[in-house]
Every structure is written in structure tokens, then in C-alpha cells.
């Protein structure tokens, strides 16, 4: 029996000729293929401004500095996330607040960030978790008013819609991940989209040690001019190498979240019938990506979570545990926080299912089959 795997990239030919070119041209680091990715991904996006990053963390770190928020400052944060999401204002000296999420979506809403807001909030970190859209125009509604920023962590939300736009479009700045477990991959990377043209400018800025001219600029001419270092600035660059596959990855897109949506739509379809199992789904304002298929394991079910992860484990699939819940790691551990019961529930009961563009109709029966027989066998 060979091994299912949760993820894999959908990584071939086209990628590794357009790496190959890269090379062939000399210039490896950022120069004309990120200008390029960039663009792209702007359009794609439906967003003003794109500026690649090294990864999604260091675009969620720009974006806060961008937004102005410093230390002292309050940012609300699901604890629902990847460590990531909270780590960010942490990097400016500002104070992650846990805010808790609905049970459905397993993301932020008006209410719970409502429920959290104080006098030193400047900004909300909202995220996609897993591909599904957060509600942003309700959570607009409350923090708009007193002119809280918000900043989407878009991480796992490429290919996925809000109200008819991709996510991210309606953020004051949004974070996006091209790591191997997210849609579209260049290995490592990142981007952040803003509608702000001066958030875009600085962000660009920042990325590259804060230079006041761009190291490919420079290169462009054979005596260079000098440079400034206008503020601390970081290096955050992402490379031509990933940019190329950035762009062949961003073209494969549409076909690889149509994929997706089947291979989702059937495992919906099959865990409907199995009682104690609840899959994610589209939410009624926008379309799921399913960049993680997940299934809450309820008390119906003969297995509990643990179980059934143990029961997929010895049918060589390799299912993981559901998000994770960033207040009781160690590192947050201190953190003050108001009761997050549902951030809780959801980190104990859910797992994700495998899902890739490459996955066959016989790997994801098998998935169907050990789900329905966990009970005999236990
Ligand atoms: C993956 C992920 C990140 C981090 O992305 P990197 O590109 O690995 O830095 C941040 N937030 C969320 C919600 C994620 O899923």
C-alpha cells in the first residue's frame, strides 16, 4: 500500500524551465522575474499594489510596520492560526490579542474581534484559515469606525473568493504564503497586497534594507549610484529563481482550485452519510480554496480525533491534526487572553484530510473507505 499524503506540490516541466532560464540569464537574485511575478499577481489578486516577499511571515511583519503599528499597540489575532499570525505584531513590540473564532468557519467574526477591542487597538490580523473566506465586511463594520486597521492574513487563501473578489482585495494590506503546503508554491515566499500606494512603496523599501535604490537598479548602471539607508530596513527579497516559478504556478491556479473543489465536493458528498463527521465548507459569502480539508470528529463518531488519526495512520494516510491554537504554546503562554472555547473545541476535534492537484480517484477511496470503517476496526 504506498503512502497518501496530506500535500504535495503540483511542481513539473513548465517550473523547471523557467528555472532553467533564470540561471541561463545570470541574474538569480531579485531582479526582472519578481517585477514580473509581482504584476501578475496583482492582477490576479484584483489588488492595486504586489510587493514579494521571502515569505508570508516577513510580508505580515511589513504590513504592520506599514500600517503603523508600534510598540504598546494592541492587534487583535485568532489564536486559531498558524504561530505566525501571532508572532507578526510580536516583531513590532506590539501586544497580540486572542480573539476566538465561530465554530463553522473557524475564523475571526464581528463579534468575537468586538469583544476584544480596547482604547490600543490599531490594528486586527484576520485570516482565511485554511482557504475559507473571512467575513471582512462585518469585521470592516466595527473596526472601520474607529479606524482599526485591517491587515488579512492570506496565507492559505490564494484562489479562494470574498463576495465575488479574491480574498485579500478588500484589506487595507494583505499576506500571502508560497510554501509548499499552500496553493501556489515558489519553495519559499511570500507577498503583500495593499490598495495603498505609499504602504506599497515603503514595504518595497523595506524589503531590500530600506535602500533608496533598488540593488537591480543599481546594477542596471555600470557606475552605480550611491545609496541611502533611509529607516531600518530588512532584507525580505525573494529571488528570480522562485519568481519564475511563482509565475508558472500562478497561471496553473484556476485549474488547480477547480481540482480541488472536485476532489472536496466528493469527500463532502461521502462524509454527509457518515454520522459524528462534519467537513468545511463554502461559507455563504464566498468559495473555499480548500487549501485544508477538514472534518471536525464529533461524539457520534466511533473514534475520537486521536483515534482516527491513528486509524488513517495504519491505511498509510497521512492525515494531520487541525489548526493549532497559538495561546497554549509555550511561547504565548503568559499571554492574558479572554476564554476561547470554540478556538478550542476546533484544535481538539478537527483533522485535515489529504488534498492534492495530483491525487487519484482510487487514493481518495481509499481516505472514503478507512473513514467509514474506523468503527469496525477499533
Ligand atoms: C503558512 C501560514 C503562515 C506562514 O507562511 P510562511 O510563508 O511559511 O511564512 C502564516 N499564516 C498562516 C495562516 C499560514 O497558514
Not at 257 to 267: F, G, H, M
Amino acid at each position: 500500500m504506498s503512502r497518501i499524503n496530506v500535500m504535495q506540490p503540483w511542481l513539473g516541466p513548465e517550473e523547471i524551465a523557467a528555472v532553467t532560464e533564470v540561471i541561463s540569464s545570470g541574474w538569480v537574485a531579485q531582479g526582472p522575474r519578481v517585477a514580473a511575478f509581482e504584476q501578475a499577481f496583482a492582477q490576479t489578486m484584483d489588488v492595486p499594489h504586489a510587493v514579494a516577499t521571502s515569505s508570508c511571515t516577513t510580508a505580515l511583519h511589513l504590513a504592520l510596520v506599514v500600517a503603523g503599528v508600534q510598540a504598546g499597540d494592541e492587534v487583535v489575532v485568532p489564536s486559531f492560526s498558524f504561530i505566525a499570525t501571532t508572532n507578526a505584531p510580536t516583531y513590532v513590540g506590539a501586544r497580540p490579542v486572542f480573539a476566538d473564532v465561530d465554530p463553522v468557519t473557524g475564523n475571526l467574526t464581528a463579534e468575537t474581534v468586538a469583544a476584544v477591542l480596547t482604547d490600543r487597538t490599531r490594528a486586527v490580523v484576520v485570516v482565511d484559515q485554511g482557504g475559507v473566506p473571512v467575513d471582512l465586511d462585518a469585521i470592516r463594520a466595527v473596526t472601520d469606525p474607529r479606524g482599526i486597521v485591517v491587515v488579512e492574513d492570506a496565507a492559505c487563501g490564494a484562489g479562494s473568493t470574498y463576495r465575488g473578489r479574491p480574498v485579500g482585495a478588500g484589506a487595507d494590506v494583505a499576506a500571502w504564503s508560497f510554501h509548499p503546503r499552500k496553493i501556489v508554491t515558489t519553495g519559499e515566499g511570500g507577498m503583500l497586497t495593499t490598495p495603498h500606494q505609499e504602504w506599497a512603496v515603503r514595504a518595497r523599501r523595506l524589503r531590500e534594507h530600506a535602500m533608496s535604490v533598488s540593488a537591480a537598479a543599481r546594477h542596471a548602471s555600470v557606475l552605480a549610484p550611491p545609496e541611502e539607508y533611509l529607516e531600518v530596513g530588512y532584507n525580505y527579497r525573494m529571488t528570480d529563481l522562485q519568481a519564475a516559478v511563482g509565475i508558472v504556478q500562478l497561471g496553473k491556479l484556476p485549474q488547480v482550485v477547480a481540482r480541488r473543489r472536485e476532489i472536496a465536493a466528493t469527500y463532502a458528498k461521502h462524509i454527509a452519510d457518515i454520522p459524528g463527521l462534519r467537513a468545511v465548507a463554502d461559507p455563504a459569502w464566498g468559495t473555499c480554496n480548500f487549501q485544508s480539508f477538514w472534518v471536525e470528529v464529533g461524539p457520534e463518531y466511533p473514534l475520537d480525533r486521536e483515534g482516527l488519526l491513528a486509524h488513517l495512520a495504519d491505511q498509510e494516510i497521512s492525515a494531520r491534526r487541525g489548526i493549532m491554537a497559538s495561546h497554549r504554546q509555550p511561547a504565548y503562554a503568559a499571554t492574558h487572553h479572554v476564554p476561547l472555547p470554540v478556538t478550542e473545541h476546533l484544535t481538539d476535534t478537527t483533522l485535515i484530510l489529504p488534498v492534492f492537484h495530483q491525487m487519484s480517484e482510487s487514493e481518495q477511496h481509499r481516505v472514503v473507505d478507512a473513514l467509514r470503517s474506523a468503527g469496525q476496526s477499533a
